[in-house]
């Protein structure tokens, strides 16, 4: 691979896609294990399944401060840094004595957000808006293959070695994107800010914008969407449809199979038809698969593929979508593209974590699967109504400038 571990050059895809799936991974390899940890712990499902609302929400503060601290130190150290965080945290979590201690160990791992800022700030300091889009799109396509398997992996390692052995899994993997990290990332940014608040002092700028909140909420809608899933998921398929963990990371593989596809629609097609209008297919996607899960359970259908075959949808949605609403995130001020990275992973975050909360807590054996569905359908609905101001404010500015 010509260029590869070498820090002259710009990062290598590989690199990239590593640096960025240690938080995916983080995030759903352990999904199979989260009722055997609350059994572990004798502590209730909700407070188990806090190890992913706390990490969601870490990550969310945490991109607030990434962002700016790599316009101002640089998109390397800050890297590097976060990675041996979330290698120390992860440590902790295998050797957690306490559900609390646990919880602790889960915020020191939410420093991985790190790649995922960092790789799109990287990827926009070296290609042009356009070229960003594809790029990241290939970048989160490699990237999905990790949570492609994560749960079915997750699951078989937790029948055998039980809920440890995930993280130590993530110990490997943040170990090797440290390495990788080290060896090929070199300084991209070329322009660092003055000061880390000179950079908070710029938020005005992006708040201000229409078409960064418009790519915000169309991010954190679709989103949302699936971490309404990672919130409740767990719990109606091994509670309500009868799935062991091992099934139910086998079935999930299916939503990230579809998120490749979507990857990979986007990678491919994103320059001819544009952010705007693969972000709006993007949701309808979305939204005819939630839809299609809807219908098949008011018929009757309680089999495990009548909810998991219709939600391989909702992973090419987001496929589509998130790859451009991100592009067109940090291009709003490409001047900004770190600290937008950030901001805008923030609350695409904060907006997941609030979401997987209340769908574990809303979800039960009495409402049943169709409130998780109803849940995820108006996420849909509302990225699509996002993704409709961002093209009605493109309309009016071309207008202006006719």
Not at 128 to 157: F, K, N, W
Not at 230 to 252: H, K
Not at 256 to 263: A, D, Q
Request: proline residues 4%; glycine residues 10%.
């Amino acid at each position: 691979m010509s260029g590869f571990l070498d820090r002259s050059l710009p990062p290598h895809i590989v690199t990239l896609v590593v640096a960025t799936a240690v938080s995916a991974l983080a995030t759903n390899v352990f999904l199979p294990s989260l009722p055997g940890i609350a059994r572990h712990f004798e502590a209730d499902y909700a407070v188990a399944q806090l190890t992913v609302s706390v990490y969601l929400a870490a990550t969310a503060l945490l991109q607030l401060a990434i962002g700016p601290a790599s316009d101002r130190f640089g998109r390397r150290p800050v890297m590097l840094a976060c990675l041996v965080i979330f290698v120390f945290g992860t440590l902790v979590a295998i050797w957690a004595p306490t559900i609390e201690v646990l919880l602790a160990a889960r915020v020191l791992q939410s420093f991985s957000a790190a790649g995922m800022v960092l790789a799109r700030a990287i990827v926009r300091d070296t290609v042009d808006t356009d070229e960003a889009a594809s790029r990241i799109g290939y970048i989160t396509m490699g990237m999905a293959l990790v949570p492609m398997v994560a749960p079915t992996v997750g699951g078989v390692l937790d029948e055998i070695h039980g809920w440890q052995a995930s993280f130590a899994l993530m110990l490997a993997f943040g170990v090797l994107a440290l390495g990788l990290v080290h060896f090929d990332l070199g300084e991209t940014n070329r322009n660092p800010s003055a000061s880390m608040m000179a950079q908070v002092r710029t938020y005005p700028q992006l708040f201000g914008s229409r078409l960064f909140w418009g790519y915000n909420l169309t991010a954190a809608l679709a989103t949302g969407a699936f971490f309404v899933f990672i919130g409740a998921g767990p719990f109606v398929a091994t509670e309500l449809l009868g799935l062991r963990p091992f099934e139910f990371g086998l079935c999930s593989g299916l939503l990230s199979l579809g998120y490749v596809v979507g990857n990979f629609l986007s990678a491919r097609y994103s320059r001819r038809a544009g952010l705007n209008r693969m972000m709006l297919a993007g949701n309808l996607v979305t939204v005819f698969g939630i839809v299609l899960a809807l219908a098949l359970f008011a018929t009757g259908a309680r089999h495990a593929l009548a909810l998991f075959g219709p939600l391989m949808l909702l992973g090419v949605g987001n496929g589509m979508t998130l790859p451009n609403a991100n592009a067109g995130i940090v291009s709003v001020r490409p001047h900004l593209a770190g600290s937008a990275s950030g901001l805008g992973g923030s609350l695409q975050l904060g907006m997941s974590a609030v979401l997987s909360s209340v769908a574990g807590v809303v979800v039960t054996q009495q409402t049943g699967v169709n409130a998780m569905l109803y849940l995820m359908l108006a996420c849909g609905l509302l990225a699509v109504a996002a993704t409709l101001s961002v093209m009605y404010a493109m309309l009016g500015k071309t207008e202006r400038n006719d």
